[in-house]
């Protein structure tokens, strides 16, 4: 069974930077479209920014210019850069992603366990 393994969460201070990373559990053959959601205590899930298989990005108004989303289709992997991180960003950062498993498989969607990020005023 694959999963999506999201690392890279921490405690940080306000205005300070954070890099979260996803990838496969496992080799897989490729990662299509990918994206980052964000879940806060008594909240519901968010989503934070997107990108394609070709690169193109989109960014919740809520972290332009503060969020880059990018990925290395080499490695599968895909990040998140966290900049002047605010107490307001303090939630668990999940991955989320399609993957196709084999040259035979399609693409199906899958999910992280999600990392925590805590950020302290």
């Known amino acids: 069974q694959v999963q999506l393994v999201e690392s890279g969460g921490g405690l940080v201070q306000a205005g300070g930077s954070l890099r979260l990373s996803c990838a496969a559990s496992?080799?897989?053959?490729?990662?299509?479209?990918a994206s980052w959601y964000r879940q806060a205590p008594g909240k519901q899930r968010e989503l934070v920014a997107t990108?394609?298989?070709?690169?193109?990005?989109n960014y919740a108004d809520f972290v332009k210019g503060r969020f880059t989303i990018s990925r290395d289709n080499a490695r599968k992997t895909v990040y998140l850069q966290m900049n002047s991180l605010q107490p307001e960003d303090t939630a668990v950062y999940y991955c989320?992603?399609?993957?196709?498993?084999?040259?035979?498989?399609?693409?199906?969607?899958?999910w992280g366990q999600g990392t925590q990020v805590t950020v302290s005023s």
């Open positions: 496992r080799s897989i053959f490729s990662m299509l479209g």
């Open positions: 990108i394609t298989n070709g690169g193109s990005t």
């Open positions: 989320n992603a399609d993957l196709k498993l084999s040259i035979m498989s399609r693409f199906e969607n899958y």
